[in-house]
């Protein structure tokens, strides 16, 4: 009797833990597709955060005390415990995080330019120069350009303080960030790596990445007009503060943004 009540509860049972998975699926796919990806406070973020807006599948990290700093422990602490799927990073750090992580690879340059030396006067003698902590590329960059001069690593949010407080004669500074500022500008190099992309492997083929790598590439070649230019500088001042006199810095930097298409056709994707 016993056994036969049984049988009956099972056969009551299956059919609600059959609609049970069935309505569970289709979470269960998207949050598998889910793509995670670290963005700073620097103009590629900016553009990658604009794209992601769209995206449903795609969550943007952009906690400025953990990624303003992407050479900081706590941002590569992030990535190397594989809680991220991808980051934009500085050259150093994508190569400290391959280091510890072989699984992680580089898809390539996304951003040229776009870190420019800020002066706090024009026509001051170049003396002492913040530059962003751990970045051995732009320390190499300054000993070349400005051998004579002391070099200070700072965290990117502390060199505009000390930029205004005497501190330092000139700060390596994101572009967007010293047009904000309404400082005189310097290139820091040419055709100088600023960010680069990186992502775990297993991760390359998710469709939410693929859709973004593909939405960056039809925006491309819209980032030369003025209209996109403006739209970027908003994420740094307001509109009104987006004068001709910024515009014309902007091209004098000559920041570049790159096409992954070559380096992923040449893994496959």
């Given amino acids: 009797m016993r056994r036969g009540r049984y049988r009956i509860f099972l056969l009551l049972l299956l059919p609600a833990v059959l609609l049970a998975f069935s309505l569970l699926w289709p979470y269960l796919r998207r949050r598998e597709e889910k793509f995670r990806i670290a963005c700073g406070e620097d103009l590629a973020s900016r553009l990658f955060m604009e794209l992601i807006e ?22 590569m602490m992030s990535l190397v415990t594989g809680e991220l799927d991808a980051a934009l ?50 320390r190499r960059s300054l000993e070349a350009a400005y051998p004579s001069a002391e070099l200070f690593p700072m965290s990117p949010s502390a060199l505009p303080t000390a930029l205004f407080g005497g501190e330092i004669d000139a700060a390596v500074l994101d572009l967007g960030t010293a047009l904000s500022l309404s400082l005189p500008l310097r290139k820091l190099g040419e055709g100088t790596v600023s960010a680069v992309l990186v992502a775990r492997e297993d991760c390359l083929k998710k469709k939410a990445f693929q859709k973004l790598l593909s939405d960056y590439e039809k ?9 996109e230019i403006t739209g970027l500088l908003s994420h740094y001042m307001r509109e009104d503060e987006i004068t001709k006199e910024k515009r014309e810095q902007w091209k004098a930097m000559g920041p570049s943004f790159e096409s992954l298409r070559e380096g992923r056709e040449g893994r496959g994707g």
Wanted: glycine share 6%; net charge negative; hydrophobic share 35%.
């Fill in 54 to 75: 769209e995206q449903r599948d795609v969550d943007a990290v952009a906690d400025p005390t953990v990624f303003g700093d992407c050479c900081g422990s706590y941002a």
């Fill in 89 to 138: 990073l500085c050259e150093d750090a994508a190569e400290k995080l391959r280091s510890l992580r072989e699984d992680y690879v580089e898809l390539g340059v996304i951003a040229r330019d776009t870190d420019v030396l800020a002066l706090a006067e024009a026509g001051r003698e170049i003396r002492r120069i913040g530059y962003m902590n751990q970045r051995d590329t732009q």
């Fill in 219 to 227: 925006k491309l070649p819209e980032l030369s007009n003025e209209r």
